[in-house]
């Protein structure tokens, strides 16, 4: 029996000892039409995506047939995808935003990402059809404000990454009936209030703003002090030998706060990480979508333990619940510049036995399955499959390894210049898509 995922239902209501709980929309990021497929398998109901030079991760945009590609995907799945249009516009960008607004609304997708007014008055006009979102850039920290872009448009507002969740609550308990509230569980936090920073511009010649990012937050840094006897003279300060990461946030993380997201009442629950692998995506994905289908079957006896257990494996920082509960909270910066987790790595994806597109049973004649590989594979390593229908992996050593080309048997296979791929024997029928991760 071949394992499948299930289409995500439409969001409902649901009636739990007199308390009305709506399933939030789960939105995953895609930085290709490869990203947006991993996220649907693992049961997002909708994933966002940049293109051009109008978002504001243009080294993760999405060329425009890969859009078309990932529209009709997501809309075969009953599933949604939001375009990113989220630069702060100069004067000379709006003939492209004029061209790019109409082809979006063309194509169909369900949204466009915004945080310029400028930009928002001509996405009205140019698309027509297309739903507007206004981008966290665009700092919404009241109901005031998401009343403001309700009027000159919007359908949805992301709202700024600073607010508690009494102020959310607040917020969606008063705003207009058909005003989509949209909010982020997870991912990197920027060093800035709502993104808007300057830092990268001023250091690398990389505008944040127009979507180039450097990410100077994230680097190490030595501090030196002057002695005040000594005038000129520099002492070094370090907090160990690599220098200190002293603006690097925490990833935010509010899988613990799942029963509270219910309660606050939003549309929309968005993870962060366009620039992210394919790994860490499934990974991501896969536990907010299992914590929360559980959460809405069972409320009374869920807890966050397992759903954690399964994100901690691709861990890429700290993690803080920011000001979600406590809006002077310290514990926030991530001094440590720890960049993965080092007992779990992506091995590979699985891909069809004969390299096609058509192909969804993953087994040869032999009986093994390809696997594009991202890291090194020996004899004897332990590997995890993530089954989209559950949260436990199935567990497993590779006793055999076959060589893609020859089918001969070999002892070990590492990842090459080009696509590198392998063949060994699953425990369990697999389709395309399905992440596998090694266990150090």
């Not at 209501?13 to 007199?18: D, E």
């Not at 400028?118 to 059809?129: M, R, S």
């Not at 511009?201 to 127009?210: I, L, T």
């Amino acid at each position: 029996m071949i394992v499948s995922f299930s289409i995500i239902e439409k969001i409902e209501v649901k009636i739990f000892g007199g308390i009305s709980l709506k399933k939030p929309e789960l939105l995953a990021p895609a930085g290709s039409f490869e990203k947006a497929k991993v996220a649907f398998l693992y049961g997002a109901d909708a994933v966002y995506a940049g293109t051009g030079k109008l978002s504001l991760r243009t080294r993760t945009s999405m060329e425009f047939d890969d859009l078309v590609e990932t529209v009709k995907l997501a809309h075969s799945l009953n599933k949604k995808v939001y375009v990113a249009m989220n630069v702060y516009a100069r004067d000379d960008e709006y003939e492209q935003i004029k061209e790019e607004a109409k082809y979006l609304d063309q194509l169909g997708v369900d949204g466009i990402i915004i945080s310029d007014g400028g930009i928002v008055d001509i996405v009205k006009e140019c698309a027509p059809n297309t739903e507007i979102h206004i981008s966290t850039q665009a700092n919404v920290t009241s109901l005031h404000t998401c009343n403001f872009w309700y009027k000159n448009g919007a359908k949805r507002v992301i709202l700024a990454r600073e607010l508690s969740k009494d102020e959310i609550k607040h917020i969606t308990e008063n705003k207009p009936e058909d005003l989509d509230i949209e909010m982020f569980v997870h991912g990197a936090i920027c060093y800035s209030y709502s993104g808007r920073c300057y830092m990268s511009d001023y250091m690398a010649g990389r505008s944040a703003n127009h979507g180039d990012c450097a990410q100077p937050c994230r680097w190490a840094y030595n501090i030196y002090a002057e002695e005040v006897n000594k005038p000129g003279e520099m002492m070094p300060v370090e907090y160990d030998e690599k220098g200190t990461y002293i603006f690097s946030s925490k990833d935010l993380c509010l899988i613990k706060e799942i029963p509270e997201l219910f309660d606050i009442n939003v549309d929309s629950l968005k993870i962060e990480g366009r620039l992210k692998t394919e790994f860490y995506l499934a990974n991501v994905v896969h536990a907010y979508r299992h914590a929360l289908d559980d959460y809405e079957k069972d409320p009374e006896n869920w807890s966050f333990e397992k759903y954690f257990k399964e994100l901690d494996k691709a861990r890429t920082r700290g993690t803080t619940a920011f000001f979600f509960h406590d809006k002077e909270n310290t514990d926030t910066q991530d001094y440590s510049g720890k960049q993965y987790n080092p007992d779990y790595e992506f091995a590979g994806i699985v891909v069809s036995s004969d390299g096609s597109a058509d192909s969804n049973v993953m087994l040869d004649a032999n009986g093994s399955t390809t696997i594009e590989i991202r890291n090194k594979l020996s004899v004897g390593d332990s590997l995890e499959i993530m089954m989209p229908d559950s949260i436990e992996p199935v567990e497993m050593k590779i006793d055999k390894l076959y060589d893609f080309e020859t089918g001969e048997v070999i002892q070990t296979v590492n990842p090459g210049v080009k696509e590198q791929k392998v063949k060994l024997k699953l425990p369990v029928e697999v389709q395309k898509g399905f992440i596998i991760r090694r266990v150090k």
